[in-house]
Nanobody, 114 residues
Framework: QVQVVESGGDLVQPGGSLRLSCEGS????????VCWYRQASGKERELIAR??????VASYVDSVKGRFTISRNQNTVYLQMNSLKPEDTAVYYC?????????WGQGTPVTVSS
């Protein structure tokens, strides 16, 4: 069965860092583009980062540029989040764009607060 699982979300103080992980199983994970999204309470889900199949090309929404870094290896996609702000508080989701459609993880919550 195709499965996508995120982990690493936590409570962190402003200015702190977290590293989120997205692990795929049941498919050739390295064959597909992977995106990170986030959804704050009461707001629409927002695309924040994207990485190519090989990991050679990464893109980011303006609000996280210079602070977040997406990377990947054979099995896992990571989102390194630095200089976190309260407005980064959200549930973070991983999406794998396979030929048969999109596969989403369950989300991992991130709270940035003093």
């Amino acid at each position: 069965q195709v499965q996508v699982v995120e982990s690493g979300g936590d409570l962190v103080q402003p200015g702190g860092s977290l590293r989120l992980s997205c692990e795929g199983s049941g498919f050739t994970f390295s064959s597909y583009v992977v995106c990170w999204y986030r959804q704050a309470s009461g707001k629409e889900r927002e695309l924040i980062a994207r990485i190519s199949k090989t990991g050679a090309v990464a893109s980011y929404v303006d609000s996280v540029k210079g602070r977040f870094t997406i990377s990947r290896n054979q099995n896992t996609v990571y989102l390194q989040m630095n200089s976190l702000k309260p407005e980064d508080t959200a549930v973070y989701y991983c999406k794998v764009s396979a030929n048969s459609g999109d596969f989403w993880g369950q989300g991992t919550p991130v709270t940035v607060s003093s």
